[in-house]
């Protein structure tokens, strides 16, 4: 048994859990971490297998609570006070974490609970689908240097809603992390493109995925109906890919389509490649 | 969509990188290709390296037009940024200089690595093996036993540079067993 699997065993059984919360305010302003998670409460519990299975990679791992983030940085709203937060982690922490993992989900809209919310911004000058006037990114978070937008950490969401929802999607990542599973998945990507897009994906399929061995599966929207498609990208996420990269159009209620749908929200249920779960671009 | 997927029990995805809905196609395709570029030609396996650098070149390179730099900011990954893509890649360095004899192959990725890499053997020899990781002028700097064809070499305590390891049966002692029973791969070192 490797290390990895022997914190992993460990963490599972508990013992180890309590070293990375963040506990006191005043290990908020001072501290050190390759890898910080920001969660709220609920979800704590559920991140303990994560946490073990990154520091079995050499990662210092620090996890912060918002509800002692928001008591310890006490002005402005909430999103203001988890940006404080980060200030002081850039600025104060004796290493600075080089990933930040936000766990809970944003709620724009009051008709969800707002876990970890996220800042609203005017828009960009260029035309929003929908005709949005306001968009929200984790970006904000993470641009900790100068007056420039580029991100000075890397920072990624789990969009949970239920600590039932963070176990799953937890144990989804420590499985695809530890399993050595390397069959013909590993080296697919599939894509879908809308005809208006097709080019798009066959120039990525062409300068990078067929000349470094990739195998490529496709879906373009000329090929068929829209019940024939729908299936078709089914086939593709079950058959397995590494990668899956969507180039067409998104629609509310969440879909894939050009003219027609290529892949909806509805087939979700359809999918059975929990051994082969690919990463996805998603166009929107 | 990047939340059905995830939160799948049966399957779905283990991380999406989206905009919805703000996205343009222009831009769109221009995060893929640096994305891709990353993945493929860089090897880099970390995924919030690959998707960050992706975001930090197009910001960088259209300042002044949102329009370019706007879709970049709002590219968000809904997933763990540690997390390492299991994707076979061919790495950026030729790995296996010259066949070995036993058919084995040694991959390493990312190559370049930072803190960490992982290393693949494409089929297992006798076990147990070790594994020896030497720099340029050919100074042993790490060694560990291996039992598993897969192990993470921990290179943070490595100056930045070129590395090659060498994983070698515990067989080799045996007598004509030396160059059968091992498989090299070079690797970069390279913080930033």
Known sequence: MNRRSVLLSLALAGPLAAGYLITAPESLQTNSADYLIITHPDFTSALYPLCALRESLDLEVRMAEVSLVYSTFAAGERYDRIRAFMERVYSNWNVRPEFVLLVGDACRDSTH???VPVKLF?????????????????????????????PD???????????????????????????????????????????DRAPDAAELE?????????????????????????????????????LVCHCAHGYQPPAWAGSKTLFSYLDVDSLSNAEALPVVLDRG | ???????????????????????????????????????????ERCLGRAVFAAKCSIIARYPDDDSLYGPAVLWSLFGDPA??????????????????????????????????????????????????????????????????????????????GVY????????????GADLVNSASARFVVQRH
């Open chain 1, 113 to 115: 609970d707002d876990f």
């Open chain 1, 122 to 150: 005017p828009k960009f000058s260029y035309p929003y689908a929908g005709g949005l006037a306001l968009h929200g990114t984790d970006n904000w978070y993470a641009t900790l240097a100068g007056a420039d937008s580029t």
């Open chain 1, 153 to 195: 950490v890397m920072i990624g969401r789990l969009p949970v809603n239920t600590p039932a929802d963070a176990d799953s999607l937890v144990a989804k990542i420590v499985r695809y992390e530890t399993t050595e599973d390397t069959g013909e998945w590993t080296r697919t990507t599939m894509f879908v493109s809308s005809n």
């Open chain 1, 206 to 242: 062409s300068l990078y995925s067929r000349p470094n061995g990739d195998s490529c599966y496709t879906v373009v929207e000329s090929e068929g109906s829209s019940a024939f498609l729908r299936h078709k990208t089914i086939a593709g996420f079950n058959q397995g890919a590494a």
């Open chain 2, 1 to 43: 969509m990047s939340e059905y997927l995830l939160e799948s029990g049966k399957g779905g995805s283990i991380a999406n990188v989206a905009y919805s809905p703000c996205g343009v196609s222009t831009t769109s395709q221009l995060l893929y290709k640096e994305f891709f570029n990353n993945l493929f030609e860089r090897g």
């Open chain 2, 83 to 160: 997390l390492r893509i299991r994707h076979r890649l061919l790495s950026g360095i030729e790995d296996n200089p010259g066949p070995p004899a036993s058919g084995c192959r040694l991959s390493i990725t990312p190559n370049p690595c930072n803190r960490y890499a992982d290393l693949l053997l494409s089929s297992p020899l006798p076990a147990p093996y070790s594994l020896h990781v030497y720099d340029t002028s050919g100074r042993l700097v790490s060694s560990q036993p291996v039992r598993d064809p897969s192990v993470v070499i921990r290179t943070s305590s490595f100056p930045d």
């Open chain 2, 164 to 175: 090659v390891a060498r994983v070698v049966s515990g067989l080799r002692c045996l007598p």
